[in-house]
Nanobody, 120 residues
Framework: QVQLVESGGGLVQAGGSLRLSCLAS????????MGWFRQAPGKEREFVAR??????SYADSVKDRFTISRDNAKSTVYLQMNSLRPEDTAVYYC???????????????WGQGTQVTVSS
């Protein structure tokens, strides 16, 4: 069993930055693929980024603006979000699982989510 707790969301103006954090507990963190997803009102949950050992994979909509990273010693994964746009407004979820993938079904464990709101 893995517990995930996100933090770092908030309200920011367009063009600004936020860093989300996700603290994991309950299982060897380094063995997990970690991902970030988001869900905007009225829309389906969508993949944002994922990471295993190092380097990340990104959705086209966030590539070159967002950076995913992890600190295995702290059991924490981060999402640095720069050049934020109003369309980035969503609840952001941290996810963990044993498999690489961009689909929600690749992940077994989910956090509660943190709200990110970007004003124009």
């Amino acid at each position: 069993q893995v517990q995930l707790v996100e933090s770092g969301g908030g309200l920011v103006q367009a063009g600004g930055s936020l860093r989300l954090s996700c603290l994991a507990s309950g299982r060897t963190f380094s063995s997990l693929v970690m991902g970030w997803f988001r869900q905007a009102p009225g829309k389906e949950r969508e993949f944002v980024a994922r990471i295993f050992w190092s380097g990340g994979s990104y959705a086209d909509s966030v590539k070159d603006r967002f950076t995913i990273s992890r600190d295995n010693a702290k059991s924490t994964v981060y999402l640095q979000m720069n050049s934020l746009r109003p369309e980035d407004t969503a609840v952001y979820y941290c996810a963990a699982g044993p498999l690489h993938g961009s689909s929600s079904s690749s992940y077994n464990y989910w956090g509660q989510g943190t709200q990110v709101t970007v004003s124009s």
